[in-house]
């Protein structure tokens, strides 16, 4: 099991170097400044869109829906454990570089979801099916279509053993156990090794009640998405604001640290490059496994929403980076630096996220506090398997060109998958999910790079119409017809070409 993790390790330290780091930052630093900071501009807005759903317009969900099953997949055990791995493994600065990624990575998300509803397919029985694989396809080509199918593959292969079951299952088995067993007073043997009897009935409970919300599909998914994150994003919000506010007088020593630690201050003399890279490794990685910025996964939940408008989805999914990696990613960093969490020896994941909350808030019950962070992990990582679920029946689908009973089959390993995922390491599944992660992110910014001056344009007519009406979205001109409407044509039509009828021209900057 060693030599198994240190070749996880060596290859992830391969896909995860200073090229994919560069080309993630670039392409967010490159759509930043092509739509002139709208993420900043444009966040009030993207705000209020989030309440305000279309009345009319084609799709399964509608927008608040189809940002919840977003929400569902990124705002999950990354925010708790994800970011207390980054900081013990790259110290107290990758929660700069998280944060840095974050705000390119809201004009990355802003890009997907815009792009996702441009290109998607609506069928006739108004089921919808969009993602990179389309806008790479129906956007670069159908010369590109081989690098479609690539992110297709990686996409099912983030959901079956990355970010949808394995992190998310251990996380909460290492939760579930850590409160009711933590001693393993009660254990059972299995392949060879002593696990206490909760991690096995909990991993069972939950495949049985993940089974029982994937058969109802994509509407049942949203709807539990919709009553859950809501109310775990508020519990757990409240709790990390009353744990600064407790430990107010750390705060600015801790951003100190932060800061200096992102820039390798704090290294030994002649270890400051590498604790930057290290850093930065490690704070984008995560973030990205958190808010999936880059990724290409949730604008295959944006493709589902009813609208009739590219941008008012692309600024409402935008919101969920925000939200996932501003907002909460930064209350689990700031409590972990702020009571020292990070440099407790022996603790791991969920323990030190766990042991921040306790440390910070001494006047609440540790046992309390226990249970309210697993809890939150239990139910945050519950809903990231749902969502995670669908979006690799969407890749799978795209991939096996509309086979249902292919999408049948993956959701029942899937189901299976998560009933195992607590037998594997801590180390081995984060590790195994940053490796995909990196493997479907590639073709994702490659395809948002090239597509980036459709991006401009869309955005630049939008607000144009938008100004024409002063400012009342239902007096707006409607979208401009392109030659090719390709939301009418069926998934497999091979008659499709470049560029949604798109000549190279109109790929030229226009802002």
Known sequence: MEAF???????????????????????????????????????????????????????EVSSFGALCT?????????????????????????????????LFGMATKYSEGLLAVKYRTVRKDNHVLGGPFYYIERGMGRNWRWLAKLFAFFGMCVGLFGIGTFTQVNSISSAITGFFDPTQSATVTLFGIDYSWATVVGSLLLAVLVGMVLIGGLRRIASVSERIIPTMVVIYLVLSIVLIGANITALPAAFVTIVQSAFGFQAAAGG???????????????????????????????????????????????????????????????????????????????????AAFQSGLPFIDGGVVAFIMMLCLALFGFTTILGWDYYGERCLEYFSNGSMKAVMAYRWLYIAAVFIGPYMTVSAVWTIADIFNACMAIPNMIALIALSGIVVKETKSYFERLKAANGIEEDMAPRPDDSADWKSLPADDDDSEPMGGMTDRELEPTM
């Open 5 to 59: 993790d240190s070749a996880l390790a060596a290859i992830d330290d391969f896909v995860w170097g200073v090229p994919l780091m560069v080309l993630i930052l670039f392409g967010g630093l490159l759509l930043t400044l092509r739509l002139k900071g709208l993420q900043f501009s444009q966040l009030g807005r993207a705000l209020r869109y989030m309440f305000s759903n279309e009345k009319n317009g084609p799709g």
């Open 70 to 102: 977003a929400l569902s997949a990124t705002i999950g055990t990354g925010n708790i454990v994800g970011v207390a791995t980054a900081i013990v493994a790259g110290g107290p600065g990758a929660l700069f570089w998280m944060w840095l990624a974050a």
């Open 272 to 354: 400051m490059l590498g604790a930057i890279i290290i850093a930065m490794q490690k704070g984008i990685a995560r973030g990205i496994f958190s808010n999936e910025a880059g990724l290409g996964s949730a604008p295959i939940a944006a493709a589902a929403a009813r609208t009739n408008e590219p941008v008012r989805q692309g600024l409402i999914s935008m919101t969920g980076t925000f939200l996932d990696t501003i907002v909460v990613c930064s209350m689990t960093g700031l409590a972990i630096v702020i009571t020292g969490a990070y440099q407790v020896p022996g603790l791991e994941g969920a323990a030190v996220t766990t």
